[in-house]
C-alpha cells in the first residue's frame, strides 16, 4: 500500500494558546490506527497525552469541515467534532486507540 503523503512547507502558529501549553510545538503525522493510511498534519502544542485535535492547527483544510473524522481509505470513524467549552474552539474528539502519531520534523 502506498502511503499519501502531506508535507509541504509549514510555519507553525504562534498564538495565546501555544503559550499557555508550554511554548513548544511538535508536527505529528497521524494515521488511521486500522489500516494506517496518513490522515492528516496537526500542530500539538505542549506535553501531554492527544485527546482532541483543534481544527485550525490540521494540514490539509479539507480534513476541517466534517461532523466526524473519518478515514478515507477504510472509512473507520477516528473522532467526533464538538466545540471544546474551556477555549470555545471546534475540535475533533478522538476516540481512544483510533489513530497512530508520528513526530515529524519540521522543516
Not at 502511503?3 to 488511521?32: H, W
Not at 498534519?41 to 483544510?61: S, V
Not at 472509512?75 to 471546534?90: F, N, S
Amino acid at each position: 500500500m502506498k502511503r499519501k503523503s502531506v508535507k509541504k512547507s509549514i510555519v507553525f502558529k504562534k498564538d495565546a494558546y501555544r503559550r499557555t501549553r508550554g511554548g513548544y510545538s511538535r508536527l505529528l503525522e497521524l494515521s488511521c490506527e486500522g489500516c494506517k493510511a496518513v490522515i492528516c498534519l496537526y500542530q500539538k502544542d505542549g506535553p501531554g497525552m492527544l485527546k482532541r485535535l483543534y481544527t485550525d492547527r490540521m494540514i490539509p483544510e479539507s480534513t476541517r469541515t466534517a461532523k466526524q473524522l473519518v478515514c478515507e481509505h477504510c472509512e473507520r470513524v477516528l473522532g467526533a467534532l464538538i466545540t471544546y467549552k474551556k477555549e470555545d474552539r471546534p475540535a475533533y474528539r478522538l476516540f481512544v486507540g483510533a489513530v497512530a502519531k508520528k513526530i515529524v520534523k519540521s522543516q
